[in-house]
Structures are given as C-alpha cells and as structure tokens.
C-alpha cells in the first residue's frame, strides 16, 4: 500500500505493507477522536477521563419519587 507522509515539510510517497497501513489509519481515527474530544470540552482543557469523571454529568439521575424518600430518611 502507498502511503503519503510529511518529510521536512515535503510529501513523500511511501510503500508499506498491509499492517503498517492498518495502524496508521487506526492512529489517525484516535487523533480525530481525541480532537472531538477536546473541542466538545467546555473548558478548553485537554481530553482527561479524570475531568469527565468528576466534572461531568454522570449516568445515573435521581428520580423524584427516589429524592423525597431519600429527604424523608434524613
């Protein structure tokens, strides 16, 4: 397979084989995926599974028949 690459600032066509093609492509879909990613961040900081995990919006949601029994345990 033939594969274009930046060298010095030039394109160079290179030959590869098969498996090397495979994980450049699969390196340019996380590079695609993590640029998302930091673009849909709201504040601009890099892609951090600790950020998501603290800051973000979590999966489970308090129904309100769950928050009233749970104010009437108090």
């Known amino acids: 397979?033939?594969?274009?690459?930046?060298?010095?600032g030039q394109a160079v066509a290179v030959e590869?084989?098969?498996e090397v093609y495979e994980f450049l492509d699969?390196?340019?879909h996380k590079t695609e995926n993590l640029f998302h990613e930091q673009r849909r961040h709201w504040d601009?900081?890099?892609f951090d599974e600790y950020?998501?995990?603290t800051e973000g919006v979590g999966v489970y949601g308090e129904t309100p028949e769950e928050y009233l029994c749970r104010m009437e345990t108090l």
Request: zero cysteines.
């Open 26 to 28: 699969q390196a340019d």
């Open 16 to 18: 590869v084989t098969l």
């Open 44 to 46: 601009g900081r890099e």
């Open 1 to 8: 397979m033939e594969v274009t690459i930046n060298y010095n």
């Open 51 to 53: 950020i998501i995990t």
